[in-house]
């Protein structure tokens, strides 16, 4: 059955970076796009990247837009966020979840259980 | 402020039926898709009408979306007590050219 692991969870200090992975199993994850959505302590759901299946596109909210990377190695089934100069307004649980397209299009079909940031000094 | 607008919340007793509303505007719901994912408290959120009205497998039909314009709804009939959650919806934004989602509806069964 589809997989969806996310690791890279902390506290980190304003200003600092930290590297999320999510790891993928149970379907061909080359084949499929990828998401990241975050979640806000008490707050709702905000989306932040997607990347194409092969890596030829990325898109990202203005939110993090220069600040995060999204990015996967799909010979180990992995896909990654980078997040760069983070801020406390970037504390959330942060989830992977699977594009029903190779793209950017199509719902969320699987997400992952979530990993929690804390941006605190 | 999301892009996506929904009530904060929503409620209903057991068997009645009740919407919850997601406006957006041309260019998001009046050009895209809309889909509507549950949260059940400290779950992941979970897919329950894509492409405005279509309900993946295991979803029941008491479950229905429908869109017109730059306006979505969600209906939920025979409301059940499991029915408590939060319920977001969310559309592709081309002016954007990112994913926008709703501010998400917590629904109570009273």
């Known amino acids: 059955q589809v997989q969806l692991v996310e690791s890279g969870r902390g506290v980190v200090q304003p200003g600092r970076s930290l590297r999320l992975s999510c790891a993928a199993s149970?379907?061909?994850?080359?084949?499929?796009?990828m998401h990241w959505v975050r979640q806000a302590p008490g707050k709702g759901l905000e989306w932040v990247a997607v990347?194409?299946?092969?890596?030829?596109?990325?898109y990202y909210a203005d939110s993090v837009k220069g600040r995060f990377t999204i990015s996967r190695d799909n010979s180990k089934n992995t896909l990654y966020l980078q997040m760069n100069s983070l801020r406390a307004e970037d504390t959330a649980v942060y989830y992977c979840?699977?594009?029903?397209?190779?793209?950017?299009?199509?719902?969320?079909?699987?997400w992952g259980q979530g990993t929690l940031v804390t941006v605190s000094s | 402020q999301s892009v996506l607008t929904q009530p904060p919340s929503a409620s209903g007793t057991p068997g009645q039926r009740v919407a919850i509303s997601c406006s957006g505007s041309?260019?998001?719901?009046?050009?895209?898709?809309v889909y509507w994912y549950r949260q059940l408290p400290g779950t992941a959120p979970k897919l329950l009408i894509y492409?405005?009205?279509q309900r993946p497998s295991g979803v029941p039909d008491r479950f229905s979306g429908s869109k017109s314009g730059t306006s979505a709804s969600l209906a939920i009939s025979g409301l059940r007590s499991e029915d408590e959650a939060d319920y977001y919806c969310a559309a592709w934004d081309d002016s954007l050219s990112g994913w926008v989602f709703g501010g998400g509806t917590k629904l109570t069964v009273l």
């Open positions: 492409r405005n009205n």
């Open positions: 041309s260019s998001n719901i009046g050009n895209n898709y």
């Open positions: 990347i194409w299946n092969d890596g030829s596109s990325e």
């Open positions: 979840a699977r594009a029903y397209t190779a793209s950017h299009t199509g719902h969320f079909d699987y």
């Open positions: 149970g379907f061909t994850f080359s084949t499929y796009g």
